[in-house]
């Protein structure tokens, strides 16, 4: 049996379109034989709160195969640079070992697609001039922002899937330092499973 990266995400879009960015960059690294299981998905609110986390994590270790998590959600208007280690250390306290990381996307994940907007140019209607804002992890409303750039709106559950797929994260990644922090994370714990 494969080993197997099981994702814990908020939302329904991130149901989907976690895991398959986290397929697209295992791919893209050339690394072979680590599946991503579906997503366990629970509420924003809920995975702050560290026993729902912890719940959560055991939750993804009893999946067949499960070789390692990733938690993925919106920091919203926490500073995920004091909720993620937060996070991490009450995951170390209750003695997880199955290796892990909790990445919060700055804002939220659409700043991800926000910072690297050139790559998706004339996919799902962004515009074929559409250029990135400046700083995208600080706009409060990057959701908005796409759906006001974007001709026919932008629907998380219908759009995020596809422009992950076109995202250049390589690029994206020096303008969003969460979606860097993923990337981090991911390569580290497959170095680990190897």
Same mark, same amino acid.
């Given at each position: 049996m494969n080993r197997r990266i099981v994702p814990?995400?908020?939302?329904?879009?991130?149901?989907?379109?976690?895991?398959?960015?986290?397929r697209r960059v295992?791919?893209?690294s050339n690394i072979f034989g680590v599946d991503v299981?579906? *997503?366990?998905? @629970?509420?924003?609110?809920?995975l702050v709160k560290p026993?729902?986390?912890?719940?959560?994590?055991?939750?993804? =270790?009893?999946?067949?195969?499960?070789?390692?998590?990733?938690v993925v959600f919106d920091a919203d208007d926490d500073a995920a640079c004091e909720l993620g280690p937060r996070l991490l250390g009450s995951?170390?306290?209750?003695?997880?070992?199955?290796?892990?990381?909790?990445v919060l996307a700055v804002r939220e994940i659409?700043?991800?697609?926000? *910072?690297?907007? @050139?790559?998706?140019?004339?996919?799902?209607?962004?515009p074929e001039d559409l250029s990135p804002p400046d700083n995208? =992890?600080?706009i409060r409303g990057a959701k908005e922002w796409l759906d006001r750039s974007m001709k026919a709106g932008y629907k998380p559950t219908i759009d995020q899937l596809p422009?992950?797929?076109?995202?250049?994260?390589?690029?994206?990644?020096?303008?969003?330092?969460?979606?860097d922090k993923l990337l981090r994370d991911i390569a580290r714990m497959v170095e680990v499973l190897r």
């Amino acid at each position: 049996m494969n080993r197997r990266i099981v994702p814990i995400v908020e939302g329904h879009s991130e149901a989907h379109s976690i895991p398959a960015f986290l397929r697209r960059v295992l791919h893209d690294s050339n690394i072979f034989g680590v599946d991503v299981d579906r *997503a366990i998905r @629970e509420c924003r609110n809920r995975l702050v709160k560290p026993d729902v986390l912890i719940n959560r994590i055991r939750m993804a =270790e009893l999946r067949p195969g499960c070789s390692a998590v990733v938690v993925v959600f919106d920091a919203d208007d926490d500073a995920a640079c004091e909720l993620g280690p937060r996070l991490l250390g009450s995951l170390e306290r209750a003695g997880i070992t199955t290796p892990r990381c909790v990445v919060l996307a700055v804002r939220e994940i659409e700043a991800w697609l926000l *910072a690297g907007v @050139e790559s998706p140019r004339g996919c799902r209607g962004i515009p074929e001039d559409l250029s990135p804002p400046d700083n995208p =992890e600080s706009i409060r409303g990057a959701k908005e922002w796409l759906d006001r750039s974007m001709k026919a709106g932008y629907k998380p559950t219908i759009d995020q899937l596809p422009l992950l797929k076109q995202l250049d994260y390589s690029m994206a990644r020096s303008r969003a330092p969460s979606l860097d922090k993923l990337l981090r994370d991911i390569a580290r714990m497959v170095e680990v499973l190897r």
